[in-house]
């Protein structure tokens, strides 16, 4: 093999490390975006639990908030897995 083909075959690697090294940065950039879309919705769905929580509470005006947060979860529970 002469020397320019070793150069050739030696920048072909490096490319195709650069190729894969940008690739697998696409993927972890994609992975971070679902978990932080996935945080949100957390975050979202409890803060709309305590809400919908804390007025059962404020109407009921009997109860504790801890009861009235966890019936709440236990009906979107309910709601989401069709049980």
Not at 36 to 63: C, D, H, P
């Amino acid at each position: 093999m002469s020397v320019s083909a070793d150069h050739g075959d030696a920048l072909c690697t490096a490319r195709e490390r650069q190729e894969s090294s940008i690739l697998e940065q696409h993927d972890a950039g994609g992975e971070q975006e679902r978990a932080v879309r996935t945080l949100q919705l957390a975050a979202e769905t409890g803060v709309t639990i305590f809400r919908v929580g804390f007025e059962k509470w404020i109407a009921r005006s009997a109860g504790t908030l801890a009861r009235c947060i966890q019936e709440t979860l236990d009906e979107l529970k309910t709601l989401t897995t069709g049980v």
